[in-house]
């Protein structure tokens, strides 16, 4: 059931497409004289790409429509070659990377021409159809132009379709390979289709224009000329070499008709039609070829220049114009030259156009390769999918609360998405080891605070740290409840040691630090405790000291840190001291409280101006 509704869906797709292909090959885009771009195959291309063999039949389609349409089965056979040649590519190669969508098929169409579609050409159009070597390289590069550049719009069709699909499945996102090569071919070959279009349409305007003005001159002598000067003109106009008759009273019976070359102008009238489509449209002119079933590539060659008096003067408001009988002249002249111009620029633009396609598919392929390397895009594909295959769900987000420091969304080209993917990945392994190195954080800190329990010590001065100053101080307090003996709280701090560490450094700062607390230790009583609280900040608890007592202790101190000298190296500076004091209130003082009126007297000698010692 499965099998028979994906039949039917592709069934459908191979009549879409069919009919895309038959009507693009029948709406031909003129390019320059004898060169029409037939788009139809490209649908042929898309068909391939998207449904494999049974994109074949569409191919076929476009060959049958061409073999009408030109009369000639070398195009057609040629077309199918080419159809198949791409066929046995995708068939065999197509499991080597995105054989599809990597954009080599239009290097391998190319490929075609050179190694089946040029020798075929030439054996079936110069040994059988009797055509010489320029005619056939003619022949020839027009159909491979039309064979590429047909390739080049069906596999940028097929882009287009999967970079619409790659919005539902990412599956479908495009190689940057494949964007790359359609995106320099077309910028290359799409403006030079414009430019040798609207070239080849300004010379063949001028060479008509010019054509017509010829004519109607020889015309109006016609017409105006009276019993035997018109027998006089088709004297001088054969005496002068040049090809050109004309018929006198076309529509008229009337004695006066008259034909320059009866013969020419009964065969033109019974052998000859005006050609549709060949040169544009001009009042008064038209182009007549021979009418024949088979296309010959010399049918333009031998065609005539029509030109009609009367339909040219149609809307002059002249005595000749009003003059039907007299007006009703007919020139004709063999278009030989005038083809000929027009086909040798023809040929100019196609080979032109040639040059550009080949130049444009190196300069695409090769700008990929750089790509590929500046990426290294073969290995990112071989990682990413290592990287599925390797337990995928080890590299997701495994704790619940993380999210990823910088979302990264994708797009439709593949490679970008695996550049994504990848990026995803370490960005999710990134995250957990933030979240890894937050917890280990916290337990080195944790460690720490029971290293500084075990180890009470201070590495720079040798004095107490933080926690051994609330240890000593919480038992201090409780011999003092007991005894009812006093006690005091000096807070210490350095002037301005934020400016000394910046201008001198941080060793000389240390230097500092270490010459205040041997200042402390030649004063301090062994029961007293001097601990280092900050960075540069000291408390000493005083046991058995009272007010006064500690308030002189804090003059002392601040004095000869005063007339202290700091030497470090060839450096020496002096520093200062602010001291802030507090004593004991029994029944209302703990730790903290004993700690926190020290540090607000020490606030206090900070604003009035530091360098001094302040009692709580």
């Known amino acids: 059931m499965i099998f028979n509704a994906q039949l039917r869906r592709n069934g459908i797709q191979v009549l879409i497409l069919s009919l895309c292909a038959v009507g693009f090959n029948l709406l031909q885009i003129n390019i320059a004289f004898g060169l029409d771009l037939l788009l139809g195959s490209g649908f042929g291309v898309l068909a391939l790409l998207l449904l494999g063999d049974m994109g074949l039949l569409v191919g076929i389609s476009a060959s049958l429509v061409i073999w009408t349409s030109h009369a000639n089965s070398w195009f057609a056979l040629t077309a199918m070659g080419e159809s198949l040649w791409l066929w046995a590519y995708l068939r065999f190669f197509g499991d080597q990377g995105d054989c599809r969508g990597n954009g080599r098929i239009i290097i391998v169409d190319i490929l075609f021409w050179f ?38 719009f069906g596999f940028s069709l097929y882009l287009l379709i999967r970079i619409a699909g790659a919005r539902a499945d990412r599956s479908n996102a495009v190689p940057i390979h494949g964007v790359t090569i359609a995106s320099v071919v077309l910028s290359a070959i799409l403006p030079a289709l414009i430019v040798s279009s609207m070239s080849a349409g300004q010379l063949m305007k001028f060479s008509l224009q010019g054509q017509v003005e010829r004519l109607e001159v020889i015309a109006r002598q016609v017409a105006v000329a009276r019993g035997a000067d018109v027998s006089m003109i088709a004297d001088i106009l054969h005496d002068s070499g040049t090809l050109i008759e004309f018929e006198r009273g076309h529509q ?178 990134i995250n957990i080891l933030r979240h890894e190195l937050q917890s280990t954080a916290l337990k080195l800190e944790t460690s720490r605070a029971k290293v500084d329990v075990l180890n009470p010590i201070d590495s720079l001065t040798g004095c107490f740290n933080k926690h051994e100053l609330y240890r000593r101080l919480d038992f201090e307090l409780q011999r003092c409840n007991r005894d009812r003996s006093d006690l005091s709280c000096l807070c210490i701090e350095v002037d301005h040691f934020n400016q000394i560490r910046d201008s001198y450094g941080s ?75 507090s004593c004991l209130r029994r029944g209302n003082d703990d730790s903290e409280s004993l700690i926190n009126r020290a540090q607000n007297a020490l606030y206090r000698a900070k604003i009035e101006g530091r360098n001094r010692s302040v009692t709580a």
């Not at 007549?288 to 079933?293: D, E, F, H, N, Q």
């Not at 999918?385 to 987000?397: F, G, I, K, M, S």
């Open 115 to 152: 190694v089946i579609g040029a020798p075929a050409a030439f054996l079936l159009l110069g040994v059988f159809s009797n055509l010489d070597p320029a005619k056939v390289l003619l022949l020839v590069t027009r159909q491979a132009l039309n064979g590429s550049i047909s390739t080049a």
């Open 507 to 581: 060793t000389m700062a240390d230097q500092v630090l270490i010459d205040i607390v041997a200042e402390f230790q030649a004063r301090v009583r062994t029961t007293d405790c001097l601990c280092r609280s900050g960075a540069a900040e000291f408390t000493l608890v005083l046991p058995m000291c009272s007010g006064p007592a500690a308030a002189g202790l804090a003059e002392q101190f601040r004095r000869a840190v005063e007339s202290r000298v700091v030497a470090l190296a060839d450096q020496q500076i002096s520093v200062t001291i602010s001291i802030g004091l």
């Open 252 to 429: 008229s019976a009337l004695p006066q008709r008259f034909q320059s070359n009866p013969g020419l102008f009964k065969a033109l009238s019974q052998a000859h039609s005006p050609e549709i489509g060949a040169m544009p449209q001009v009042r008064g002119l038209e182009f007549l070829t021979a009418k024949s079933s088979a296309t010959s590539p010399n049918r333009l060659i031998h065609g005539y220049w029509w030109f009609n008096l009367a339909k040219a003067s149609m809307d002059e408001d002249s005595v000749l114009g009003m003059a039907v009988d007299r007006s009703d002249v007919i020139v004709v002249e063999p278009a030989r030259a005038v083809v000929q111009q027009l086909q040798a620029h023809s040929s100019r633009i196609m080979a032109i156009l040639a040059w550009i396609l080949m130049i444009a598919v190196v300069v695409a392929e090769t700008l990929a390769q750089l790509l590929a390397r500046q990426f290294n895009l073969s290995n990112l594909r071989v990682a990413a999918q290592a990287e599925c295959l390797e337990a995928p769900e080890q590299t997701r987000l495994q704790k619940p609360g993380l999210s990823r420091l910088w979302p990264l969304k994708t797009g439709w080209i593949r490679d970008l998405n695996q550049i994504l993917g990848l990026l995803d990945e370490r960005n999710d392994q």
